[in-house]
């Protein structure tokens, strides 16, 4: 049987395992997806005790995914967005000074629930709101996929720090992303195709990141918050006819992508899909 898991602290709110789970039951495969919740201090030998174990893969979840950069061999885009989200434990040799690889699906994520409503990014306009990890994901994603990204986050300074390392990692990537404070979207989301809200906004009150007056008809409308579903800024959007992608799609993206470089076989993502639904 192989084991796969998710190093958070909490996570007992996660979907990951009736998620994976869901995946295995379709496929047919004998694996578990286990939650581990180690202490802050200990994530570097939760990482190793994972291996020892013979785990074969691993989700890393807030707080750690910046952290978990010191016990993994980051790929290009995990090191270049500075997070890791999933561990691959299947390429090393099980030496002690061989680190297993470490991924950021969390961009795949993004790009993958534009693709499934066929969403274009090349050559558009893409308005990040947030600055925070899982705006650092949207921005690399959006930037690789050839959008001009504008990040506009409550402190200008941190949008200009991400823009600044987008622009280091990505070809054109300096010339095309911008950045500013929260007062910039009246002007930057007028003339954008696509938006992403990677803030919390939404999550805990019945409020919007957008002034709802920008929004439009051209639009497409990522909003990473996943609980409540439909947020204040899709329904304000889905009102001015714009397209709108949940946060589930996300979620349920970058878990796909980690299943598939888990398994190297295509993921059920509708069975997966399904499983994720059911709970929210
Ligand atoms: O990046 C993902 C992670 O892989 C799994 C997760 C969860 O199960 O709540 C959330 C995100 O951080």
Same mark, same amino acid.
């Given at each position: 049987?192989?084991?796969?898991?998710?190093?958070?602290?909490?996570?007992?709110?996660?979907?990951?395992?009736?998620?994976?789970?869901?995946?295995?039951?379709?496929?047919?495969?004998?694996?578990?997806?286990?939650?581990?919740?180690?202490?802050?201090?200990?994530?570097?030998?939760?990482?190793?005790?994972?291996?020892?174990?013979?785990?074969?893969?691993?989700?890393?979840?807030?707080?750690?995914?910046?952290?978990?950069?010191?016990?993994?061999?980051?790929?290009?885009?995990?090191?270049?967005?500075?997070?890791?989200?999933?561990?691959?434990?299947?390429?090393?040799?099980?030496?002690?000074?061989?680190?297993?690889?470490?991924?950021?699906?969390?961009?795949?994520?993004?790009?993958?629930?534009?693709?499934?409503?066929?969403?274009?990014?090349?050559?558009?306009?893409?308005?990040?709101?947030?600055?925070?990890?899982?705006?650092?994901?949207? &921005? +690399?994603? %959006?930037?690789?996929?050839?959008? #001009?990204?504008?990040? !506009?986050?409550?402190? /200008?300074? =941190? @949008?200009?720090?991400?823009?600044?390392?987008?622009?280091?990692?990505?070809?054109?990537?300096?010339?095309?992303?911008?950045?500013?404070?929260?007062?910039?979207?009246?002007?930057?989301?007028?003339?954008?195709?696509?938006?992403?809200?990677?803030?919390?906004?939404?999550?805990?009150?019945?409020?919007?990141?957008?002034?709802?007056?920008?929004?439009?008809?051209?639009?497409?409308?990522?909003?990473?918050?996943?609980?409540?579903?439909?947020?204040?800024?899709?329904?304000?959007?889905?009102?001015?006819?714009?397209?709108?992608?949940?946060?589930?799609?996300?979620?349920?993206?970058?878990?796909?992508? &980690? +299943?598939? %470089?888990?398994?190297?076989?295509? #993921?059920?993502?509708? !069975?997966?899909?399904? /499983?994720? =639904? @059911?709970?929210?």
């Amino acid at each position: 049987m192989d084991v796969f898991g998710l190093l958070g602290n909490p996570v007992g709110h996660s979907l990951s395992p009736p998620m994976h789970e869901a995946a295995y039951d379709e496929l047919g495969t004998d694996a578990r997806y286990v939650t581990f919740e180690p202490a802050p201090d200990d994530l570097g030998a939760a990482i190793e005790g994972a291996r020892a174990l013979g785990v074969a893969g691993l989700n890393v979840t807030i707080p750690f995914k910046q952290d978990a950069l010191a016990y993994v061999e980051p790929d290009d885009l995990a090191a270049r967005i500075g997070a890791v989200n999933t561990i691959d434990f299947s390429d090393g040799d099980d030496s002690a000074d061989d680190l297993p690889t470490g991924h950021n699906t969390d961009a795949a994520g993004v790009r993958r629930s534009f693709a499934h409503h066929d969403v274009t990014l090349a050559d558009r306009n893409a308005v990040v709101v947030g600055a925070g990890g899982a705006a650092r994901a949207a &921005a +690399f994603a %959006l930037a690789d996929a050839g959008a #001009a990204v504008h990040v !506009a986050n409550r402190t /200008a300074e =941190r @949008a200009e720090r991400l823009v600044a390392d987008v622009g280091r990692g990505t070809p054109d990537g300096a010339e095309r992303a911008t950045a500013g404070g929260l007062d910039t979207l009246e002007t930057r989301v007028p003339d954008a195709d696509v938006l992403v809200n990677a803030t919390s906004v939404g999550m805990e009150e019945d409020r919007s990141p957008v002034p709802s007056e920008t929004l439009h008809g051209d639009l497409a409308v990522l909003d990473a918050v996943y609980r409540p579903l439909d947020t204040r800024l899709l329904r304000e959007a889905r009102e001015r006819g714009a397209t709108t992608i949940d946060g589930a799609w996300m979620l349920l993206y970058q878990g796909v992508e &980690a +299943f598939e %470089l888990w398994t190297g076989r295509d #993921a059920p993502v509708d !069975a997966m899909n399904e /499983a994720l =639904r @059911a709970r929210l």
